[in-house]
């Protein structure tokens, strides 16, 4: 009976995942051209090229997914917190204005840091009238620019699962701590923190990897030398029609990302951290 439960799921998966998978794993290994076309030649040469060509653009997506990641992790971690354990009754409406952007078109949302970055917007515009920061200050085009909009927008990924965490917590714990003499931060690093571990574990890798294969933040906020893998995958498929060197370069994004994920979760202990998550 259990198995019959859970058949939607794995057709679901089957059809929607593991197909394509197998599929875009198939385009990888072929040859040709769009006029001529693709033949299963088993041509691993495709993933050498793709990373003798762009592993700069790799690399620079994994950096900005990285910072950007840190970035929620700091700014979402004391909302998360401040939510599960001040906000009251008003719990459900913080969320919901934490979620509220996310009902606006993420290109929309994307553009709109665009006119507050530009060099006279609503931002820069009246520190260099006041003169705190010089004319030829500007934040578009950069990298920082990249980081604060992937940071924006993936925010909630990063709130949700540490608050989850935070608000099953039994607040009694924490008041116990306090009995035995731990003051605030004591009680944070040696109670908190280590309970909420489960949380950040699910909040990182759900904020990562969406930042490191995201493309509009680059093309919208980094212009051309700041371009992510993403782009280059898009513009491989949807512009050059080269359906080979865009799957690889897929499959050794995932690749890089599966690797950098499993190294997270034996450098962090999942082990300890489901026994945290048990007790």
């Known amino acids: 009976m259990p198995y019959l439960l859970a058949a939607p799921a794995w057709l679901w998966l089957a059809l929607f995942f593991l197909v394509p998978i197998c599929s875009m794993l198939s385009i990888s290994l072929m040859s040709g051209d769009l006029y001529q076309g693709y033949v299963l030649t088993w041509e691993f040469g495709n993933y050498a090229d793709a990373v003798a060509t762009y592993w700069r653009q790799l690399a620079r997506s994994l950096a900005y997914g990285g910072c950007a990641t840190l970035l929620c992790l700091a700014v979402g971690y004391p909302v998360a917190y401040w939510i599960a354990f001040r906000g009251g009754a008003y719990k459900n409406t913080y969320l919901l204005l934490l979620l509220l952007p996310m009902f606006v078109s993420f290109v929309l949302r994307t553009i709109s840091w665009k006119a507050l970055l530009a060099d006279e917007g609503v931002v820069l515009g009246p520190l260099k009238d006041i003169g705190l920061l010089p004319e030829a200050a500007h934040v578009l085009n950069t990298a920082p620019a990249v980081v604060l909009g992937l940071a924006y927008n993936f925010l909630p990924f990063m709130v949700l699962p540490v608050y989850a965490v935070l608000e099953r917590m039994d607040h009694r714990v924490v008041e116990a ?36 294969a995201d493309y509009i933040n680059a093309q919208v906020l980094g212009g051309a030398h700041n371009t992510m893998v993403g782009k280059i995958i898009e513009s491989q498929y949807l512009v050059n029609n080269a359906y080979p060197m865009a799957a690889a370069i897929t499959f050794v994004l995932m690749a890089v990302l599966l690797a950098g994920i499993f190294s997270y979760a034996r450098a962090l202990g999942t082990e300890q951290v489901m026994e945290v998550q048990a007790r």
């Open 177 to 212: 701590a306090q009995d035995l003499y731990a003051g605030r931060v004591r009680a944070f690093v040696s109670v908190v923190l280590p309970m909420s571990l489960p949380g950040v574990f699910a909040g990182v890798i759900m904020t990562f990897i969406p930042t490191s």
